[in-house]
């Protein structure tokens, strides 16, 4: 599922393949965003921390 996700494939495609309903498929999605979202903010910060001039 989550491979399919990467592709350019509409959630309603992908609910159809897999025989899931499209409420379910979109719960999963916002889940997966939350814990993205969280790991991504942290890199970030680390990333563009400068030194003080």
Known sequence: MD???L???SL???AWLLDVSETWLQGYVNQ???C???RVG???RKTLS???S
């Open 3 to 5: 491979k399919l996700l």
């Open 7 to 9: 592709e350019k494939l």
């Open 12 to 14: 309603a495609g992908i």
């Open 32 to 34: 997966k965003y939350a």
């Open 36 to 38: 993205v979202e969280q």
């Open 42 to 44: 942290r890199l970030v």
């Open 50 to 52: 400068f030194p003080k």
